[in-house]
C-alpha cells in the first residue's frame, strides 16, 4: 500500500462545515442551545476518523506490543509504529526513532528535566525560560533545579503579549543549561519566534526545548527548520487521544540520556548484578504504553496533515482577527494579548466581572470558553489580572461561533452593567 | 436560562456592586486567607470576638460574584451572632448550595444562594467565605485553599 498523496489545501477552499460534519460532539445543544465550542486550546474535539482508529484497534486487533509472537501483538506492534512514523512526518523529524511517545507534553518535558539536564546541573546554574509559560514547562525545571541550588529565571514579555527578545538575549549567560520556551502561548495565542530563540541560544552553546502543546494544532511543525533540540507536544490538543504526547529528541542526545522510569519494554537484559537498557526511543517508554491511544495520535496526525496545516493556519487566522475586532467594540473589554503574530487563542477581561462569571453565563448560551488563570499564574502577575476568560479555537470554529460569543458577551455587559 | 437567573439573582448582583462589611479590621481577635487555585479567587475575613459573640465581621479580596456576594452575606447574618451559631449556619448553608429539596429553615438572606446547586463547579466560590471564617476561628494562620 503506497502512502497518500497529501496536497495542501488553498485557505479558499477550507470547507469548514464539511470539517465540521466529522465531528460527532459538535451537532448537540447545551441548555437549548447550540454548542458553541471555543476552548480546543484546553482540549480539542476528536473527528470521527481518530475515534475508529480507537475502536477498530480494540475490536480488530488489539493486544500488547513488543511482547507476543502471536498475530494480535504483531498487528499491534506494527499499528503502533506506524503511528511513530507518521508522528515523526507530522513533525518533520528526520527520523521515528527521535520521536519517544509519552502520557503529555508534560511527561515529556519532566523526562528532559530528569534525563538531560539533571545529570549535568549544579550550583547557580540557570534554566531560562519566559514569563508566558505554562506551569508545566516551570514547574519540571523548578524540581530539579531546587535539588542542586540551580534557579529557574524567566524572560521578560511586553504588554502586547510579545516575548523580548533583547531581554531573553540578555539573560542567557554562562550559567544557562538550557532555554525552554513555548511555540504558542496558551494565553495570549502569541507565536514566539523560535528559530531566532534558537540561533541565540546556540550561539552561545544553550539547548532549546520547545513546549509545541499549543503550537502543533495551529502551525506546520518542521523541527529541522525550527532548529532546536526538544519539542514536546500532545495528541490531544491536535485532535488526537487525551493521555498521549510524545518527545522529539535529535538522535545524540537522546542515546546519551540515561532513562527516566525504569520498568518493563524499556530493558536490554534484567539481572540481579545490573542491568542494560533499551536503544532510544524505547528506553523511554517503560511499561505498556496507550496503545490504542497512540494509534488514534497516528490518526489524529494524519487527519490534521490531509486538512493541510497551512490551510488550517489561514482559517484560524482569519477567525482570530475577526474575533479581536467583534470583542474590542464591547464596552469595558480588554484584550490580553495582542501580538503581531498570534495563533487561534483569544484572552479578555471585562471591567467589574470576574472571568468565572463570564464563564458561566457564556455556558448559559451555550458557549464553552476557558477561565481562569490557565496554568499560567506567572504571567496573570504579569498582566495584573487574578484570571482572564479565553476563547481558543480549532479546525470547526467559524465566524457565527465568533458571533455566537459576541452576543453571549453583550448579555454578560447588560447582567452586570 | 431559568437555571441562570437562579444563580444572578438580584440580591447577588447587588451584594457583588456593593459589598458590606468589605473592610479590615485592625485589629481583629482572628482573621484567615480564603484562596481558591482554581479561579485565583483570594480573600481574607477578619473578625472580632469578645465574649463569645462576633461583634465585628468584615472581609477584603477579590473574586467572583458568587464568593463576593456569599462572603458579603455571610458577615451580614453573623455580625452579632455568638461564635458557636457558627458551625450549625455553615453546615445548613452547605446544605443549601449542595443539595436538593428545600432550603433549610433558618437561613434568612443566605437563601438566595440556592441556585448555586444548579452549578457543582460554583460551590466553592460560594463556600469560600465560609471557610476562611472557620480557619480564622481555628486560628489557622496559613490560607485555605478550597481545592
Known amino acids: 500500500m503506497s502512502a497518500p498523496i497529501v496536497t495542501p489545501v488553498p485557505a479558499a477552499a477550507f470547507d469548514v462545515e464539511a470539517v465540521r460534519a466529522q465531528f460527532p460532539v459538535l451537532a448537540q445543544q447545551i441548555r437549548g442551545k447550540h454548542l458553541v465550542y471555543l476552548d480546543s486550546g484546553a482540549s480539542a474535539q476528536k473527528p470521527e476518523v481518530v475515534v475508529q482508529a480507537v475502536a477498530d484497534c480494540y475490536r480488530g486487533y488489539y493486544s500488547n506490543i513488543h511482547r507476543g509472537v502471536h498475530a494480535l501483538s504483531e498487528r499491534s506492534t506494527t499499528a503502533f509504529e506506524r503511528a511513530r512514523e507518521q508522528v515523526a512526518r507530522f513533525v518533520n523529524a528526520p527520523s521515528p526513532r527521535e520521536i519517544v511517545f509519552l502520557r503529555s507534553t508534560t511527561e515529556a518535558i519532566n523526562l528532559v528535566a530528569n534525563s538531560f539536564l539533571e545529570p549535568q546541573l549544579g550550583p547557580d546554574d540557570e534554566i531560562l525560560v519566559t514569563e508566558m509559560e505554562h506551569h508545566s514547562n516551570i514547574v519540571p525545571w523548578q524540581l530539579v533545579a531546587d535539588r542542586y541550588g540551580a534557579k529557574v529565571v524567566a524572560a521578560p514579555v511586553t504588554d502586547r503579549g510579545e516575548l523580548d527578545l533583547d531581554g531573553l538575549t540578555r539573560l542567557i549567560s554562562g550559567r544557562t543549561k538550557l532555554v525552554a520556551v513555548t511555540h504558542v502561548s496558551n494565553v495570549l495565542g502569541t507565536i514566539n519566534p523560535i528559530a531566532d530563540i534558537v540561533r541565540l541560544a546556540h550561539a552561545q552553546g544553550v539547548p532549546v526545548l520547545v513546549d509545541g502543546a499549543q503550537g502543533v494544532p495551529h502551525l506546520a511543525v518542521d523541527v529541522q527548520a525550527l532548529g532546536c533540540d526538544f519539542y514536546a507536544f500532545s495528541a490531544h490538543k491536535v485532535y488526537g487521544p487525551s493521555g498521549v504526547g510524545a518527545l522529539w529528541a535529535r538522535a545524540e542526545l537522546l542515546a546519551a540520556m540515561p532513562p527516566y522510569q525504569g520498568g518493563g519494554g524499556m530493558i536490554r537484559r534484567v539481572s540481579f548484578s545490573g542491568t542494560t537498557f533499551a536503544d532510544p526511543p524505547e528506553r523511554f517508554e517503560a511499561g505498556t504504553p496507550d496503545v490504542a491511544g497512540v494509534i488514534g495520535f497516528g490518526a489524529a496526525v494524519e487527519w490534521t496533515r490531509a486538512l493541510g496545516l497551512d490551510a488550517i493556519a489561514a482559517h484560524e487566522h482569519e477567525l482570530t482577527q475577526y474575533a479581536m475586532a467583534r470583542l474590542a467594540d464591547i464596552p469595558g473589554l480588554r484584550l490580553i494579548g495582542t501580538a503581531a503574530d498570534k495563533a487561534g487563542v483569544v484572552s479578555f477581561v471585562m471591567d467589574g466581572v470576574h472571568p468565572h462569571d463570564i464563564g458561566t453565563i457564556l455556558d448559559g448560551e451555550g458557549v464553552a470558553v476557558r477561565v481562569g488563570h490557565h496554568c499560567a499564574q506567572p504571567l496573570m502577575e504579569r498582566f495584573a489580572v487574578p484570571a482572564t476568560a479565553r476563547a481558543s479555537f480549532g479546525v470547526y470554529n467559524t465566524s457565527a461561533d465568533v458571533d455566537a460569543l459576541a452576543a453571549a458577551l453583550d448579555k454578560v455587559r447588560h447582567w452586570f452593567g | ?147
Open chain 2, 1 to 147: 436560562m431559568s437555571d441562570l437567573r437562579e444563580l444572578y439573582q438580584e440580591v447577588i448582583l447587588d451584594h457583588n456592586k456593593r459589598p458590606r462589611n468589605f473592610r479590615v479590621i485592625d485589629p481583629a481577635s482572628h482573621h484567615a486567607e480564603g484562596f481558591n487555585p482554581l479561579c485565583g479567587d483570594r480573600l481574607t475575613v477578619f473578625i472580632d470576638v469578645a465574649d463569645g459573640v462576633i461583634r465585628d465581621l468584615a472581609f477584603q479580596g477579590q473574586g467572583c460574584a458568587i464568593s463576593t456576594a456569599s462572603a458579603s452575606l455571610m458577615t451580614e447574618a453573623l455580625k452579632g451572632r455568638p461564635v458557636a451559631e457558627v458551625e450549625p449556619l455553615f453546615a445548613k448553608f452547605h446544605d443549601l448550595v449542595t443539595t436538593d429539596g428545600p432550603t433549610p429553615p433558618g437561613l434568612g438572606k443566605l437563601g438566595v444562594l440556592a441556585g448555586v446547586r444548579e452549578f457543582p463547579s460554583r460551590v466553592k466560590c460560594a463556600t469560600l467565605a465560609w471557610h476562611a471564617l472557620k480557619a480564622a476561628l481555628d486560628h489557622r494562620s496559613a490560607p485555605v485553599a478550597t481545592e
